[in-house]
């Protein structure tokens, strides 16, 4: 992990921290599972840590907010059917925000294997964008 990244993490309280990187975890995993990803790296969007693939999908972006200190988003580009993709799958499993984000709560769980779906339509979008 690049110094400018690991400070980001770094920086969050100790129990988002945490987190976050058992989420950064979640999300590698699924990056590097799958042949069809051509994932990219990670690099800082915003100032938050955000994974790209090279062509084969769209961009993720986790970050945690101390104005909402209970819970830590994921966002895809809002300019996607992704997140309409996502309320059809799974319509009462996550929290949507609008058009790219999905709100998830601390210290209370969330279900793994659906978020992980998730994340690899969001990493090969650009592969099924006809299809959703």
Known sequence: MKNDISE???NYPKHVKSEALELRDIILKVAIRDDEIDYGGEVLKWGEP???TKT???TLRLAWKADRPNSISLFVNCRTKLMAAFKQMYPIDFEY???RE???PLGRGYPILKLEKCIEL???YNLLKNLL
């Open 102 to 104: 999905i709100r998830l």
């Open 122 to 124: 969001t990493f090969k």
């Open 56 to 58: 084969s999908g769209s």
């Open 97 to 99: 925000i609008g058009s």
């Open 50 to 52: 955000t994974f790209v």
């Open 8 to 10: 980001v993490y770094n």
